[in-house]
């Protein structure tokens, strides 16, 4: 699905046209920053911020104006090869990936022709030498004209690597003639063949670059030996890393070299190298030469944006930090002491809600859906661009006439109703959504919204386990949930690795639920409440877990739709109680789930059931009924999956102002709450007790 960007033109419109030196559209050079020393620019934030479409939002600006390359460091062609592929003994995850780059960057762009990649080719060649069979010349010359050449088809270098393929393979057949040769003899006649046949003195000055390499003593045949050998000694980690970092740097300095030229050809703006998902060690082990490299003086021209998952790393500690908005005019970057200085981490905010209904209006133009809509799903997302971008493409596809959609469960608690083509009145909510189909291509056909964004944001082998956990509350809660309803799937011991997991990708943490990020416990709670039995099953054990009375306990009772416990605990302890602390278990207790139809909230909140409700004997009729109708109301309007509703936050704010006359300490507290309560929702915020008298 290709997406607009919005909220990210700071990257766009700002930082990325000053270090490459090109705006995002036209030819205009634009004055670039940092003339010498470069920073190595990471874009940093959970999953659904939209980092990876960035990069390639990126990609699309300035291809076919300046060389660029997108890899993505977690894709399954860097993992590993199959068992038995010939190229084992020379492949690596860096040197396949140096060879895409090499790959993409390659082709001629306006007004300059093509990047050839010389060094890059040798350090390639003479390393896969390393897994080549004398007697096998057709997987020789395959491997060669595959790795090496790495320049444009029809050039000199091309025509002469055909015939050096010929030649090596002649002395291959004489070295096999007698005993068979050492693999120091086939990398010496590989770099000595290569040497003399394809650098000749117009590629004198590239061969150069392996001189430099440590024990070579400025010998770049022994250079580009040391370089195969010690790669190939792959349980000498220290080894391959500095052969990889020669590599990572051929890279750079052929990059470097096809700017020296001068005259009408001369390149304008910098290179673009785009790193996705850098986290995973491939792209540590690619970051890290070229942090070293400029640390020590070896400066180039290429920018790097890399995309890493999460917010920190021990890699990025002494990286300097900003947010998004502050890279928009300056980049305010400065070299320390430390290796790692030398990085730019940039942290991707989440969308403002203007953005949001700019994305909702471009699905919506005819101005269908509810006016709140965008609000309302800029809070139950928290701005995460993933989300707002289905969200609100499900809604714009609701409301298409030319779309057939299968229509969203009714919500009660909404005035507006859009008529789609063909129903009748469907209320669009953000809970409403999540169940809708969303077709992410014309051609394709539409999925629940929901699952499309676990598919983005949870491993499918951890989906089912995450989807029961997601209604526990803390740690322990969540392996008495598991030792009862996940025996199956690793029960208890399956516990800490999903805590884990939740730590290391970034999801938000909260001492009330074992799922701490509200989006992502929302989205697993409805997939879980797809299965109502299932949806019973675990609120019922979550239930059983907590002696009667207990918050915890009641909370559960509240999402299986039982609320007499609940009205009770909040209507015997309201004298009683610290107020604040009262307050927070009414809001703890009232932020269990609700899904589907048969929500009658409002009713109950406006008191339109009053005449029908039992009291129990020796209760007072009215004060009973006053608490349940504030729990109604406050149940209603802090669920993220309904939109704000004035009526009830008027009675929620009545209410509490009724009550604070029934307090003997509390008067002033609930007199605050039934301001800054209403209030608080009107502005979209949750409301708060921490700011109470």
């Known amino acids: 699905m290709d997406r607009e960007l919005l909220g990210r033109e700071a990257v766009l419109e700002g930082l990325a046209p000053r270090l490459v030196g090109l705006p995002a559209g036209g030819f205009q050079q634009v004055k670039t920053e940092h003339a010498e020393d470069l920073p190595v620019v990471v874009l940093t934030g959970g999953r659904g911020t939209g980092k990876t479409v960035l990069l390639k939002q990126l990609r699309t600006h300035y291809r076919g104006r300046i060389p660029v390359a997108l890899i993505d460091c977690a894709h399954r062609d860097f993992a590993g090869l199959p068992t038995g592929d010939p190229r084992a003994p020379y492949w690596s995850p860096v040197t396949e990936a140096l060879s895409v780059l090499g790959e993409q960057l390659g082709p001629a762009v306006r007004g300059a022709g093509h990047v050839t990649f010389p060094r890059l080719a040798a350090g390639l060649v003479a390393i896969a030498s390393t897994g080549w069979d004398p007697n096998n010349t057709q997987h020789i010359r395959d491997e060669a004209l595959r790795l090496g050449m790495l320049v444009e088809s029809g050039s000199r270098l091309r025509s002469a690597g055909r015939g050096w393929v010929v030649k090596i393979?002649?002395?291959?057949?004489?070295?096999?003639?007698?005993?068979?040769?050492?693999?120091?003899?086939?990398?010496?006649?590989?770099?000595?063949?290569?040497?003399?046949?394809?650098?000749?003195?117009?590629?004198?000055?590239?061969?150069?670059?392996?001189?430099?390499?440590?024990?070579?003593?400025?010998?770049?045949?022994?250079?580009?030996?040391?370089?195969?050998?010690?790669?190939?000694?792959?349980?000498?980690?220290?080894?391959?890393?500095?052969?990889?970092?020669?590599?990572?740097?051929?890279?750079?300095?052929?990059?470097?070299?096809a700017y020296a030229g001068m005259g009408k050809l001369r390149r304008v703006g910098r290179p673009l190298v785009l790193l996705d998902n850098v986290q995973e060690p491939l792209g540590r082990r690619l970051l890290e030469p070229v942090l070293r490299d400029r640390a020590e003086g070896r400066h180039d021209q290429t920018v790097i944006v890399a995309a890493f998952r999460g917010y920190d790393h021990p890699a990025l500690r002494a990286a300097r930090r900003c947010t998004l908005p502050r890279v928009t005019h300056s980049t305010a970057w400065n070299r320390g002491p430390e290796v790692a200085s030398g990085a730019l981490a940039v942290e991707l905010t989440g969308l403002e809600p203007e953005h949001v209904r700019q994305m909702l209006d471009a699905q919506d133009p005819g101005l269908r859906t509810p006016p709140q809509l965008a609000r309302g799903i800029h809070r139950l997302t928290e701005g995460r661009p993933l989300g707002v971008a289905l969200l609100t493409r499900a809604a714009g596809q609701a409301v298409d006439p030319r779309i057939a959609r299968a229509a969203p469960v009714p919500h009660p608690s909404q005035a507006h109703a859009p008529t789609l083509p063909g129903s009748g009145p469907v209320a669009l909510t953000p809970g409403a959504l999540l169940g809708l189909s969303v077709a992410l291509r014309e051609d394709t056909p539409g999925r629940e919204t929901a699952a499309e964004l676990l598919e983005s944001f949870v491993h499918a082998a951890r989906l089912d386990r995450l989807t029961v956990l997601a209604a526990a509350h803390d740690t322990a809660d969540a392996e008495f949930l598991a030792a009862a309803r996940l025996d199956h799937d690793g029960g208890a011991a399956g516990v800490l690795p999903m805590r884990d997991l939740l730590a290391e990708e970034y999801w938000?943490?909260?001492?009330?639920?074992?799922?701490?990020?509200?989006?992502?416990?929302?989205?697993?709670?409805?997939?879980?409440?797809?299965?109502?039995?299932?949806?019973?099953?675990?609120?019922?054990?979550m239930s059983d877990h907590y002696p009667e009375g207990h918050p915890r306990r009641l909370h559960h009772e509240l999402a299986l739709g039982q609320t007499t416990f609940a009205v009770a605990r909040l209507r015997d302890t309201f004298r009683t109680a610290d107020c604040a602390a009262w307050l927070r278990e009414l809001r703890f207790i009232a932020s269990a789930p609700l899904f589907g139809p048969g929500d009658t909230r409002r009713a109950v909140a406006l008191g339109r059931t009053d005449a029908e409700q039992l009291v129990p004997d020796g209760t007072d009729r009215v004060f009973h009924l006053r608490i349940r109708r504030l729990l109604y109301c406050v149940w209603q309007l802090t669920d993220l999956l309904t939109l704000p509703d004035e009526d009830v936050t008027e009675k929620m704010g009545d209410e509490l102002g009724q009550l604070a006359a029934l307090h003997p300490t509390g008067n002033e507290v609930l007199w605050q709450a039934s301001r800054s309560w209403p209030q608080a929702v009107r502005e979209w915020r949750p409301p708060q007790t921490g700011d109470l008298p």
């Open 169 to 257: 393979g002649a002395k291959f057949a004489a070295l096999g003639a007698g005993a068979p040769p050492g693999l120091d003899v086939i990398v010496e006649s590989t770099v000595e063949s290569l040497l003399e046949d394809l650098f000749d003195r117009g590629q004198r000055h590239a061969a150069n670059f392996y001189g430099e390499y440590p024990g070579a003593g400025g010998n770049a045949k022994r250079g580009l030996n040391l370089l195969a050998l010690q790669f190939h000694r792959e349980r000498d980690a220290d080894a391959r890393t500095l052969a990889e970092r020669h590599l990572v740097g051929a890279l750079r300095a052929d990059l470097m070299a």
């Open 508 to 541: 938000g943490a909260s001492p009330d639920h074992f799922v701490g990020d509200p989006f992502l416990r929302t989205l697993l709670l409805h997939r879980l409440n797809t299965d109502q039995v299932r949806w019973r099953d675990v609120q019922q054990t």
